[in-house]
C-alpha cells in the first residue's frame, strides 16, 4: 500500500511559479513510476507529467512543456511538479500519481495509486 499526499497548490497570478510536491509512504516509492494529473473544473482528469522510477525518464503533457518540470527523490520519497509561467488555463486540482507500468501511467486505468490533490488557481 502507498499513500500519496499532495501539498504546495494555492492562488498565484498568470506568470507566476508554483512547486508542489507529493510525498509518499512506506518502502517502495522506488518501485513506481510517478506522475501528475490536472482536472479543471467541469473536464476530465488528464495526464500532465511522468517521472520513471529512476528519474532517468520523463514525458510531458504537450501544453506544459518548457514550462513544468517534474522531478523525484527517492531518499526523500518525493516527487515534484515545478510549474513555471503559470496560466489561467493551468487551474485544476492537481493529483499524484503512482504506477508500476511506464507505459501505463499516461492512462487513468494504468494508475496503481492516486493522492486527494491540491488546487492551483491561476488569475488573469
Known amino acids: 500500500q502507498v499513500q500519496l499526499v499532495e501539498s504546495g497548490g494555492g492562488l498565484v497570478q498568470a506568470g507566476a511559479s508554483l512547486r508542489l510536491s507529493c510525498a509518499a509512504s512506506?518502502?517502495?516509492?522506488?518501485?513506481?513510476?510517478m506522475g501528475w494529473y490536472r482536472q479543471a473544473p467541469g473536464k476530465e482528469r488528464e495526464f500532465v507529467a511522468s517521472?520513471?522510477?529512476?528519474?532517468?525518464?520523463?514525458y510531458n503533457l504537450d501544453s506544459v512543456k518548457g514550462r513544468f518540470t517534474i522531478a523525484r527523490d527517492n531518499a526523500k520519497n518525493t516527487v515534484y511538479l515545478q510549474m513555471n509561467s503559470l496560466k489561467p488555463e493551468d487551474t485544476a486540482v492537481y493529483y499524484c500519481?503512482?504506477?508500476?507500468?511506464?507505459?501505463?501511467?499516461?492512462?487513468?486505468?494504468?494508475?496503481?495509486?492516486w493522492g486527494k490533490g491540491t488546487l492551483v488557481t491561476v488569475s488573469s
Open positions: 500519481a503512482a504506477s508500476t507500468g511506464w507505459g501505463k501511467i499516461t492512462d487513468d486505468y494504468g494508475i496503481n495509486y
Open positions: 517521472i520513471s522510477r529512476s528519474g532517468d525518464l520523463t
Open positions: 512506506g518502502r517502495t516509492f522506488g518501485s513506481y513510476n
